[in-house]
């Protein structure tokens, strides 16, 4: 990981805490019994302004900022800091109906009715414009607020548009990639079914075709729509950066179901360092459409938050107090699971813990997501939580600027997900991102703290590195060097088997098949529900391959094809490397192999953090339904006891123990 940035919200006294705040919604006097429930709740921290475009600039050329000054005032007199947004999220009305090429163009090349928000073409130089200007006006206007803490950037950056304007500005990007048209047509295969282009013109966006589009142009397309936004924010943030030159910026990036919409790593060399920190908007699967339970998709949620921020702090800067609007069936958080979860995200790195929102909406689309204030009042399940996790903040404002101290990762790689999952694979069950988050979880339950990393990043800090599906690859370098000089390092099924423009490597596992020792014959995918025994008693589902050992022990085969492998193990250097043919339906006996066992009871998470000067913080949430032993000697800031090894932790408690000088020497 790079080196960490600790003083991410330097603005903010100790943590932060609180969420979304929209009193355009409300009357005046509703705002007074605001401040005075957030201040009863420990909030200091609020993001305002994220869809108040109609009320700032009403229409072409007008400004009116008498509201958001009195909402910044208000929040200034109560000592409440405010992460004040650009409100270039939604687009009003008149906007869209002046400029109706800034609304967006679905891939069927059906241009999209105004009535929603994100309403916009990032490709649009009126949106362009627009957004510049709003920024700068705002910059201008706050810079020196008393309540201003941080700058909001857009919101949950995702919006794509097909239309001509993007076709333009795809071929410019094509243009930089590839460098001329031969060279686009290499890198597509252009060859294959007779698509090669004589003119730039020819070029399109991956518009809805006849039949199987070039996988190459979907490729290129995603990783140009994420440049496009991030070019967008980075507008806006270098127009806020030259009025507020000492407040941080950043934008809600989303690390909720499948995240892997944009290129985040390219994001966060943008979001990191001075003046700028990562943040995150994380949403839960409901546990009964997942295999994943809620803890382990928090876990999931910080640590690749943490991994965008190169292992600095970030800030979780939403979460759902309840349910959320947008998923299927409403459902309840159980009691104690919003004080748990708001404390895991803590213990991984984030800054504070943050909602959407502060107050449940009467109307709009989102009327039924839940808030720290729910429709039913302070008097309630939800507030209590929120008014006690704020006073239980308050206890750990010593823990800020720590860091996270973890030994293993998993790896990550954005462009990676989309290329396994352009059309014309040999299995369509074979996506990266569940996998990934898999084989997270399988740690999390071994109680290992576990980065999300981009896997070009040093590794080597790390005693076990996991790449449960890495499709593209174009070397196999610096993994090697990672095993070489120690570590182990495990590779799951159907990786390194395309270059970056996702042509095929000859002899697979192509990329990786020197490091791993092994050949693979040929893909044998398992239909859905099917699965496949090994001889060690465990099974694989998803995907087998016939493959053959080159220079790597066989650690298990398939009993159906003995000659071919599904386990192998190669030592080299100072380490070793594990190839696996399949995906195992359960990960816990290759864990076992790899010698990984639960220091702990399964469900008692344990993570830790560490300052720069050796101060560490153990952080122990008890997700059993039975008292557990921590051991850990020192004091817990939560309930301000002493803690010793025999100290026990109730049924669904949890502690924050400011570990003895002496107690610090284990690692997780
Ligand atoms: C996202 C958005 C919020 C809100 C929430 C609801 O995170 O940023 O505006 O829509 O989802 O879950």
Redesign the pocket.
């Known amino acids: 990981m790079p080196h960490p940035n600790t003083d991410i919200i330097p603005t903010i006294e100790g943590l932060a805490y609180g969420g ?1 705040y929209n009193p355009e919604q409300w009357p005046r006097e509703v705002w007074d019994e605001d401040v005075r429930l957030m201040r009863d709740a420990g909030v200091n921290l609020v993001s305002v302004n ?2 108040a475009w109609a009320g700032i600039n009403p229409g072409p050329g007008e400004w009116d900022f008498a509201r958001l000054d009195a909402i910044m005032d208000l929040l200034a007199g109560a000592g409440i800091k405010a992460d004040l947004a650009t409100a270039t999220a939604s687009p009003p009305p008149w906007f869209s109906q002046r400029h109706p090429e800034t609304l967006p163009v679905n891939a069927e090349g059906v241009r999209l009715n105004p009535g929603a ?1 994100a309403e916009y073409c990032p490709h649009a130089p009126a949106y362009q414009e627009a957004v510049v200007e709003m920024a700068s006006r705002l910059a201008e206007r706050y810079a020196a607020h008393p309540a201003l803490a941080m700058w909001h950037v857009g ?2 950056y995702y919006r794509s548009c097909f239309c001509d304007l993007a076709a333009d500005a795809f071929r410019a990007w094509l243009r930089d990639r590839h460098g001329s048209l031969d060279g686009l047509n290499h890198a597509w295969g252009t060859t294959f079914w007779s698509q090669t282009f004589t003119d730039w013109s020819q070029v399109l966006p991956p518009r809805i075709s006849a039949e199987t589009p070039n996988p190459g142009l979907v490729l290129d397309w995603r990783r140009f729509g994420s440049d496009a936004l991030l070019a967008l924010f980075r507008s806006e943030a270098d127009a806020i950066a030259k009025r507020s030159p000492d407040k941080p910026i950043t934008t ?1 990036l ?1 690390v ?1 179901g499948d995240f892997s919409g944009l290129d985040y790593h390219r994001w966060g060399e943008h979001m990191t360092g001075p003046n700028r920190l990562v943040a995150t ?1 994380h ?1 839960l699967i409901p546990e009964h459409e997942s295999d994943i339970e809620w803890p382990a998709q928090v876990a999931f949620g910080a640590d690749a938050s943490r991994g965008l921020a190169g292992g600095s702090p970030w800030l979780l800067m ?1 979460q ?1 107090a309840n349910s ?3 998923r299927r069936g409403y459902f309840a958080k159980r009691p104690g699971d919003q004080l748990r979860h708001s404390l895991s995200y803590v213990a991984r790195g984030s800054e504070g813990a943050m909602f ?2 502060w107050r449940a909406s009467r109307y709009g689309a ?1 009327r039924y ?1 839940s808030a720290m204030l729910p429709h039913g009042g302070p008097d309630s399940k939800v507030f209590r939580e929120v008014k006690a996790f704020g006073a239980q903040l308050q206890r750990l404002a010593e823990i800020k600027g720590s860091t996270v101290v973890s030994r293993a990762a998993v790896l990550l790689d954005f462009e990676s997900c989309w290329a396994a999952a352009t059309p014309g694979q040999p299995s369509s069950d074979m996506a990266s991102y569940p996998e990934i988050r898999r084989w997270h979880a399988a740690l999390w339950r071994r109680g290992v703290t576990t980065d999300v990393v981009n896997p070009a990043w040093d590794l080597g800090g790390y005693e076990f590195v996991f790449a449960p599906h890495l499709y593209l690859l174009d070397s196999d370098a610096h993994l090697r060097g990672y095993v070489e000089r120690g570590g182990t390092l495990v590779i799951g099924p159907y990786s390194g088997i395309a270059d970056r423009n996702e042509h095929v490597h000859p002899g697979p596992p192509g990329a990786i098949r020197d490091l791993v020792g092994v050949r693979v014959e040929e893909f044998a995918p398992l239909p859905e529900g099917a699965t496949i025994a090994l001889d060690d008693g465990t099974e694989g589902r998803t995907w087998s391959e016939a493959a053959h050992p080159i220079d790597a022990d066989v650690v298990a085969s398939f009993t159906e094809y003995p000659s071919t492998g599904a386990v192998f193990r190669r030592r080299l250097g100072d380490g070793e490397v594990w190839y696996l043919a399949t995906r195992p339906t359960d990960l816990g006996p290759l864990l076992d192999r790899l010698g990984i066992t639960a220091d702990a009871p399964a469900g008692l998470e344990l993570v830790r953090r560490r300052h720069a000067d050796g101060r560490t913080y153990l952080f122990a949430l008890n997700h059993t339904g039975a008292p557990q032993r921590v051991d850990a000697t020192g004091e817990d800031l939560l309930s301000g006891r002493p803690w010793t090894p025999a100290s026990t932790l109730d049924a669904g408690e949890t502690a924050v123990i400011r570990e003895r000088a002496a107690a610090r020497t284990r690692g997780r």
């Open positions: 979304d994220i869809f928000r919101n949950e809600n989303m909720t908007d949403y939403e759902a959320s609007a947008w959407f929102q989102e997501h």
